[in-house]
């Protein structure tokens, strides 16, 4: 049972450096990096048909991204990714997957460089955990990280 490195796939800079990061460990401990995009949940109601239509695109575009970093992320770990999509808050979506797969034991995040602190789902993570129903080591990676920094780290 190989072990699997989750990595949140979002917005911000400092995400690659969490993804370089969490591949090369995958590739030096025979692992794998599961990917897990979060989708916000719509509370409109009033528009059902059209929140139905903006999940579907939201869905496709994250299928999309996954399938983009796949090739990168298979020649950098030796294996190929495994795609997670969730909704919901980052937190709740991270805990789900968590306690859905055992095998996942590593969640690799990567601190923001800016002024304003590490971001706000590493502060989230500092502060509660990650709440799954088992202990989970969390690796927080600096994102100003250089590619030769990461490879002599990992």
Do not use: C
């Not at 949940?41 to 579907?56: A, C, L, N």
């Not at 994250?62 to 294996?79: F, H, I, N, P, V």
């Not at 202990?135 to 030769?148: F, M, N, Q, R």
Request: aromatic fraction near 4%.
């Amino acid at each position: 049972m190989p072990r699997k490195f989750l990595v949140v796939v979002d917005d911000t800079p400092e995400f690659e450096s969490a993804l370089r990061y969490a591949a090369r460990r995958a590739r030096s401990t025979g692992g794998r990096v599961a990917l897990l995009r979060v989708l916000p949940t719509s509370t409109d109601e009033h528009w059902t048909g059209v929140r139905e239509e903006i999940e579907r695109e939201q869905r496709a575009e994250a299928e999309a991204l996954l399938s983009r970093l796949a090739d990168d992320t298979a020649e950098r770990s030796g294996a190929a990714p495994l795609f997670l999509i969730e909704q919901g808050e980052a937190q709740d979506a991270i805990r789900r997957v968590v306690n859905d797969d055992p095998e996942i034991k590593i969640l690799v995040l990567a601190a923001g460089a800016s002024a304003r602190g590490p971001g706000p789902l590493v502060s989230a993570i500092l502060k509660q955990g990650v709440g799954a129903g088992r202990k989970l080591p969390v690796t927080i990676v600096p994102g100003e990280l250089t590619e030769s920094e990461i490879a002599d780290l990992a």
